[in-house]
Nanobody, 124 residues
Framework: QVQLVESGGGLVQAGGSLRLSCAASGRMFSSYGMGWFRQAPGKEREFVAA????????YYDDSVKGRFTISRDNAKSTVYLQMNSLKPEDTAVYYC?????????????????WGQGTQVTVSS
């Protein structure tokens, strides 16, 4: 079992930056693929970024490519999402997710472990 707790959300002006953190409990974190998803009001949850268990492979949605960076520190059982050049359309609740499949995947159904979410609001 893996429990995930996100932090680092908040209110930022367009063009600003935030770094989200996701702390994991459980011995298996280092073998899990990890991802970030987001859900805006009235919309479905969507993929943002993912990283393989080793950290060698990453995958980004086109909407965040070049602006967001996912990383992980297996020694600290933590995954991060550095978000730069934020836009109002990035406003959403951001969720950290873990998958027993160790690859970097955008397939939401492959993720069995979810955090409670952290709100990111970008003002124009």
């Amino acid at each position: 079992q893996v429990q995930l707790v996100e932090s680092g959300g908040g209110l930022v002006q367009a063009g600003g930056s935030l770094r989200l953190s996701c702390a994991a409990s459980g011995r298996m974190f280092s073998s899990y693929g990890m991802g970030w998803f987001r859900q805006a009001p009235g919309k479905e949850r969507e993929f943002v970024a993912a990283m393989s268990w080793s950290g060698y492979n990453t995958y980004y949605d086109d909407s965040v490519k070049g602006r967001f960076t996912i990383s992980r520190d297996n020694a600290k059982s933590t995954v991060y999402l550095q978000m730069n050049s934020l836009k109002p359309e990035d406003t959403a609740v951001y969720y950290c997710a873990g998958s027993r499949i160790p690859t970097a995947s955008a397939r939401i159904y492959e993720y069995g472990y979810w955090g409670q979410g952290t709100q990111v609001t970008v003002s124009s």
